[in-house]
């Protein structure tokens, strides 16, 4: 099978999952098969890293920083067009996202989802993808022909070992032009850093209101933790920004990670699943953070914090690791 | 400005998913449903451009449970409604509806398609990048603000981490929303009655469409690692547990 990765630039080069890429494609090209990575920018990062695959070609190779969606869109459609891949592999990523379906319309290729499982059947793929917020995963078949978009984390990382040579290919100048990178914010550095934290408490869904999250304060600051939330607790406003675990939060590995109603949907574990223990307490038995956890219980997050409070209350806890 | 959102009713995520006997599909019969939340982002963000910039929100709703929450659009400050049929009781595939969604896009002569960045249902790729690809308009995705100019739009991205992307976009447009500028906002009572006396409009299945991607060949739960230590069954002996975990040093 000829197999085509699209790598994931950061403004800086690649992210960590491009490697991944390389890995799912050699596990289904078969001998006799071609691994070729389309390289959005950043072509000397590229030549640096990329040597696992056959062939790499370097895409928008004048772009300095982020390509825009639309830009990365066009220069791949004519490579596919040209190439005739029988499989496309993008990452799951804020860039991916708007590559896989867009490519999948435009030349009239299958396209898959939230994969996490890949394995060669013959003149098919056998394709899993998680669904449903990480609670089912769909196995489907399909045929030459498709683009699957990979959950980073999913595979091993190929060796970054550098390539023999770097293609570049032009772009057409006209393309892609309706919108333009305008800036890049980084996060300020005052203020809390999750990724520094030993102890993280982490709320989900279910934490209701300000009520809530004042108990979970509470109780954080009783076990020396940093309070965070999942994405529906940060989007509905009750924590900042900041304190959000995930995909488009922050990545953590606290030393001990509490999870409380945190339904643990495909997102949330990228920003948390390598933590060194997580403990946690969901009411759905079902929920997808129980495929992670180290420590659980099937109860009500509200009736544990209570008796958390008051079991803390008859006897503290000493602080966390050396800041005891 | 006129902008079109998209609305998809979706399996309330804290439901128990019963699976059909032979494993082909989510059993509906007893789903609750419930508005995608980031179509609920979305639709706040329609409705914050909308107040910014004056025009008209068209509210594009589909699933078991659409009326209701087309009235519950009209009641946050959309102008019209209309409830786009899909097959009852099967996955409504981003990929299946978007010929419709794009078509309805333009027949209404919109400026702007915002939806949510995902939902829990598009096996096969998310709505926004077909619609994009459909209509030949600049899409993005996982937007977290959005903001009118001479121009265009104002878009930020997130990117994870922290970091923000800021793109300038010309219209017309398609977003894919992550997060709205505001949190959506709460209706009262009051205002979801008067708004049960607006009318829906229907539209149904018309364009061209393309097929799911693939054959599914089962669902199942995820693999679990039995090697969790169970704390305890009830809330009480869980919050021991986890105080003797901590104490003892056995975690971190």
Known sequence: MKVLVISDPSDTGFEPVSLELITAARNVCGEDGEV??????????????????????????????????????????????????DVVLVAYSALGLDIGPWLAARCDLDMLAYVTGLERDGADLLVRSQIYGGKLDATSRIGAGCVLSLTPGAFEAAPSQPASDVLTRGTDAEAGNSSRLTGVD?????????????????VGRGIGDETGIEQARGLATALSAELAGSR?????????????????????KPGLYIALGVSGAPEHLEG??????????????????????????????????????????????????NAA | MKLLVVLRMMPDPACELELLEDSSG????????????????????????????????????CGEGAGRVLQMALARGADRAIEYETEPDEMISSRVIAHDVAAIAKNEGV???????????????????YLSAILSWPGLSGTSHVALTDTGLAVSQERGGGVTAHYAVNLPAVLGVQTASKAPRYVSGSKLREASKLPIATA???????????????????????????????????????LDLIRSGAVA
């Open chain 1, 36 to 85: 070729t990575v389309a390289a959005l920018g950043h072509p000397d990062a590229a030549k640096d890293q990329f040597g696992a695959a056959d062939k790499v070609v370097s895409l928008l190779s004048e772009t300095v920083g982020l390509p825009t969606a639309e830009a990365a869109q066009a220069a791949l459609a004519s490579l596919v067009v040209e190439d005739r891949p």
């Open chain 2, 204 to 242: 149904a299945a018309e364009a061209e469409r393309l097929e799911p991607s693939g054959d599914l060949v089962k669902l199942a739960r995820p693999e679990r690692d039995e090697a969790a230590t169970f704390l305890g069954g009830t809330a009480e002996d869980a919050a021991a547990k986890f």
């Open chain 2, 26 to 61: 989510v059993d509906y019969e007893w789903l609750d449903f419930k508005l995608n939340d980031f179509d609920d982002q979305a639709l706040e963000e329609a409705i914050l451009l909308k107040e910014a910039c004056g025009g008209e929100v068209i509210a594009l709703a």
């Open chain 1, 272 to 321: 948390m699943s390598s933590a060194e223990a997580i403990v946690a307490i969901n009411s759905d038995p079902d929920a997808p953070i129980f495929n992670v956890a180290h420590y659980v219980a099937t109860c009500d997050m509200f009736d544990f914090m209570d008796a958390l409070e008051e079991l803390l209350e008859e006897n503290p806890v000493a602080a966390a690791g």
């Open chain 1, 232 to 252: 529906p607790v940060v989007d509905g406003g009750l924590l900042e920004k900041l304190r959000q675990v995930g995909k488009s939060g922050q990545k953590v």
């Open chain 2, 111 to 129: 400026d702007l398609v915002l939806t949510g960045v995902q939902a829990a249902e598009d096996l096969h790729g998310q709505l926004a990048p």
């Open chain 1, 186 to 202: 980084r996060p300020e550095l005052t203020g809390v850093d999750l990724t520094q934290a030993d102890r993280i408490l982490c």
